[in-house]
């Protein structure tokens, strides 16, 4: 069974950086689109960033790009997230998903498109 391990999450400051990493174990893992989402406190989890293996262009949400960069290291089954300027709103749960599939643009975005989910890491912005 595919696993996934998040970590890098932490206390930032306003205008500081984190970078988060996902890593996959167990199982045939082929993450032929992996994604980054987010829950902040209060709120529904929320589309970040994904990537699928064809193309190895990220999408990301609009408000973000400029910001986050994703990145993947296929030989390590590993993804990242390096967040710069962040700011408090940027306080929330980080998760990655993964699917086999290759999803089309449109389902990107759509957290039901991924079977493995991570437990989830911790990112705080504050002063």
């Known amino acids: 069974q595919v696993q996934l391990t998040e970590s890098g999450g932490g206390l930032a400051q306003p205008g500081g950086s984190l970078r988060l990493s996902c890593v996959a174990s167990?199982?045939?893992?082929?993450?032929?689109?992996m994604a980054w989402f987010r829950q902040p406190p209060g709120k529904d989890r929320e589309f970040v960033a994904a990537?699928?293996?064809?193309?190895?262009?990220?999408s990301y949400k609009n408000s973000l790009k400029d910001r986050f960069t994703l990145s993947r290291d296929y030989a390590k089954n590993a993804m990242y997230l390096q967040m710069n300027s962040l700011r408090p709103d940027d306080k929330a749960v980080y998760y990655c998903?993964?699917?086999?599939?290759?999803?089309?643009?449109?389902?990107?975005?759509?957290?039901?498109?991924?079977?493995?989910w991570g437990q989830g890491t911790q990112v705080t912005v504050s002063s």
């Open positions: 167990g199982g045939a893992f082929t993450g032929n689109t």
């Open positions: 998903g993964a699917t086999s599939r290759l999803l089309i643009a449109s389902s990107l975005a759509g957290e039901h498109g991924y079977e493995f």
């Open positions: 990537v699928k293996r064809s193309s190895g262009r990220p």
